[in-house]
């Protein structure tokens, strides 16, 4: 994940181990925070971390890895802070494979859609380095196979 985020966000991640509570969190000063290890939280730590809420908004984002379990814990304890999350908590599954080629072709279709661009608009984006920097510029680079456009960004000064 350390390596990986940064190729969609251009940020800088502090990977944050909470198992030690949230002084944890306090502690990054990475704009980009991955957390994980809640399996040993109690009740008050859950309602601290739902108070704690507003410091997120001054960070560019972050991930949380939540076992099912702790997910429950995070939705019943820390509702402000869940309900602020919303629809985007996403069920990984890690032991499945990449997707498959109709996989892939389906979600090509919804960005195509999404988008109304071509796969070659994006693609000479790319190439001339001015993918926009949105996320799911790059995850069709990668659904492509072309990881090796994402990170090539032409500098402001250049543009």
Same mark, same amino acid.
């Given at each position: 994940?350390?390596?990986?985020?940064?190729?969609?966000?251009? *940020?800088?991640?502090?990977?944050?181990?909470?198992?030690? +509570?949230?002084?944890? %969190?306090?502690?990054?000063?990475?704009?980009?925070?991955?957390?994980?290890?809640?399996?040993?939280?109690? *009740?008050?730590?859950?309602?601290?971390?739902?108070?704690?809420?507003?410091?997120?908004?001054?960070?560019?984002?972050?991930?949380?890895?939540?076992?099912?379990?702790?997910?429950? @814990?995070?939705?019943?304890?820390?509702?402000?802070?869940?309900?602020? %999350? +919303?629809?985007?908590?996403?069920?990984?599954? %890690?032991?499945? *494979?990449?997707?498959?080629? *109709?996989?892939?072709?389906?979600?090509?279709?919804?960005?195509?859609?999404?988008?109304?661009?071509?796969?070659?608009?994006? %693609?000479?984006?790319?190439?001339?380095?001015?993918?926009?920097?949105?996320?799911?510029?790059?995850?069709?680079?990668?659904?492509?196979?072309?990881?090796? @456009?994402?990170?090539?960004?032409?500098?402001?000064?250049?543009?």
């Amino acid at each position: 994940l350390k390596e990986s985020i940064p190729l969609f966000t251009d *940020e800088s991640v502090s990977i944050v181990s909470v198992v030690c +509570g949230t002084q944890s %969190i306090n502690d990054s000063k990475n704009s980009y925070l991955v957390l994980s290890r809640f399996s040993s939280w109690v *009740e008050v730590q859950w309602k601290q971390l739902d108070y704690m809420r507003s410091l997120f908004g001054d960070r560019r984002g972050g991930l949380f890895v939540l076992t099912p379990n702790d997910a429950e @814990l995070f939705q019943a304890h820390a509702p402000n802070f869940s309900s602020w %999350i +919303g629809s985007r908590i996403y069920d990984i599954r %890690i032991n499945e *494979e990449n997707l498959d080629e *109709e996989e892939c072709e389906e979600r090509l279709a919804i960005l195509r859609q999404q988008t109304g661009k071509t796969d070659e608009h994006i %693609i000479s984006l790319a190439q001339a380095g001015n993918l926009p920097r949105e996320p799911e510029y790059r995850e069709w680079m990668i659904l492509f196979r072309r990881g090796d @456009l994402v990170g090539r960004q032409r500098s402001l000064a250049t543009i």
